[in-house]
């Protein structure tokens, strides 16, 4: 009776571990390359970001700006939260700049990411160092570093905005990529790195600027989005942990507002030093 207890078991845990690797490990080991371009050669691309309700919260800038050997992707996003996100602690609109450099061959170089609005200036910074990447947050006075895996940091970007460029998109492929989660440095003073598997699920037409437009369906953890066929990425809808359902939506560039937002960000500066 004993024995045969103890095969129900041992065969109920196989069955078990057999579904966790298929459902959780096997398609992170079958994932394949990443699309051929995950920034933008050139040019300027504005995102309008409104919670579920579809009240404007923010708006995200992007600058691809290249040179004979790199290129760089600058992004500016400013978010008003103060009425609807009692949870963090946040006075006035939080303002975060990122920026990723890519070599010719397209490997990321160097990352940065610095969030203003916060009770005290917050820096994350990386830079290659051989396979891997050389990490350090900055909380004011206050400077950590840790090491990241450069192999699986190739497709970095922000829970708040996991998809920027995607060009060279097939129905089924499958990549990995890692969010940095900028709220994790308002509630735990430390970057979370997150990585989770994407896949392009399908083809579907969607609704932009009053256009059906033929785009790739792209699926990830809390993220669906849409690229058309030239990588451009016109919508998103993310998950952000207790703040619901947000809506990313492509839109023209407005250089006037974006103006603003980094006189805001001088103006900070200045007073920070002053």
Request: include cysteine.
């Amino acid at each position: 009776m004993n024995r045969i207890f103890g095969a129900v078991v041992i065969g109920t845990w196989l069955v078990a571990m057999t579904f966790l690797v298929r459902r959780d490990v096997l398609p992170f080991w079958s994932a394949q390359q990443a699309p051929s371009q995950i920034a933008p050669d050139r040019g300027s691309f504005q995102v309008a970001i409104r919670n579920e309700a579809g009240v404007r919260i923010g708006t995200t800038w992007i600058t691809a700006t290249p040179t004979e050997n790199i290129t760089t992707i600058q992004s500016t996003t400013l978010l008003d939260l103060r009425a609807i996100a009692s949870i963090l602690p946040l006075r006035k609109p939080l303002l975060c700049n990122t920026r990723l450099t890519y070599l010719s061959d397209g490997k990321l170089d160097q990352f940065s990411l610095k969030l203003k609005g916060a009770p005290i200036p917050i820096q994350v910074d990386g830079e290659r160092c051989g396979p891997d990447f050389a990490c350090s947050t900055t909380f004011g006075g206050t400077t950590k570093t840790v090491s990241l895996d450069g192999r699986l940091s190739e497709c970095l970007a922000e829970t708040l905005r996991p998809f920027t460029h995607l060009k060279g998109l097939h129905v089924g492929q499958r990549w990995r990529i890692r969010l940095l989660d900028p709220f994790s440095l308002l509630r735990e003073q430390k970057p979370v790195f997150k990585m989770q598997l994407v896949t392009v699920t399908e083809r579907e037409a969607i609704l932009h600027n009053g256009d059906r437009v033929d785009c790739f369906r792209i699926e990830t953890e809390g993220t669906v989005a849409w690229a058309d066929d030239t990588g451009r990425v016109l919508r998103q809808e993310v998950q952000i942990p207790l703040l619901g359902r947000w809506i990313l939506t492509d839109e023209p560039f407005d250089w006037e507002a974006r103006k603003k937002a980094m006189a805001l960000d001088r103006g900070e500066q200045g007073k920070d030093e002053g």
